[in-house]
T-cell receptor, first 114, second 114 residues
Framework: EAGVAQSPRYKIIEKRQSVAFWCNPI?????LYWYQQILGQGPKLLIQ????????DSQLPKDRFSAERLKGVDSTLKIQPAKLEDSAVYLC????????????FGSGTRLTVV | AQSVTQLGSHVSVSEGALVLLRCNYS??????LFWYVQYPNQGLQLLLK??????LVKGINGFEAEFKKSETSFHLTKPSAHMSDAAEYFC????????????FGTGTKLQVIP
């Protein structure tokens, strides 16, 4: 089966610019997650979708980050305006359901804010 | 609330030696536990998971982990290290019921010395 697709792989922007990341989960996976992984740290959940509804966005900095999952399939994560501390790898993951399964991760988007 | 603590941010072993990566968890409800591996510039890949069945869990690439409730531990082991095992390993925990919110540890980088 095809994996979780993410684009772009790399992005370099200046602070205060905006950026968007795209994720296409595994077909049939209802649950989609965006994680932020800062260098030297473990992934931190930003937002979790169940189909096209938000289940958890408690750690999403809503003043600058937004995410949507229209039609319950692919998703976009946007940062506007970006700050230096947003430099990280943004990982998208999907899973079949809510319990017991591990995630399937995409390869991530490495964002560098200069 | 749930968390995991990975002891040792860097571990070095000789090729052919035992691999032991330590993980202790904290969870207010019965947990599900996971180990993921991350190779450079790639996303995370599920190695194995504990979901309240057998306490000794076997995963891919010869890895296994044992759930010890009395010690709140879920250490990852492999009898004989291979050069290809060099990567970063993440322990993770989620509640056993409801929507998954998986919390990751800070990771352990495994170096395999020839």
């Amino acid at each position: 089966e095809a994996g979780v697709a993410q684009s772009p792989r790399y992005k370099i922007i200046e602070k205060r610019q905006s950026v968007a990341f795209w994720c296409n989960p595994i077909s049939g996976h209802a649950t989609l997650y965006w994680y932020q992984q800062i260098l030297g740290q473990g992934p931190k959940l930003l937002i979790q979708f169940q189909n096209n509804g938000v289940v958890d966005d408690s750690q999403l900095p809503k003043d600058r980050f937004s995410a949507e999952r229209l039609k319950g399939v692919d998703s976009t994560l946007k940062i506007q305006p970006a700050k230096l501390e947003d430099s990280a790898v943004y990982l998208c993951a999907s899973s079949l359901g809510a319990q017991g399964g591990g995630y399937t991760f995409g390869s991530g988007t490495r964002l560098t804010v200069v | 609330a749930q968390s995991v603590t990975q002891l040792g941010s860097h571990v070095s072993v000789s090729e052919g030696a035992l691999v032991l990566l330590r993980c202790n968890y904290s969870s207010s409800v019965p947990p599900y536990l996971f180990w993921y591996v991350q190779y450079p510039n790639q996303g995370l890949q599920l190695l194995l998971k504990y979901t309240s069945a057998a306490t000794l869990v076997k995963g891919i690439n010869g890895f296994e982990a044992e759930f010890k409730k009395s010690e709140t531990s879920f250490h990852l082991t492999k009898p004989s290290a291979h050069m290809s095992d060099a990567a970063e390993y993440f322990c993770a925990v989620s509640p056993s019921g409801g929507y998954q919110k998986v919390t990751f540890g800070t990771g352990t980088k495994l170096q395999v010395i020839p």
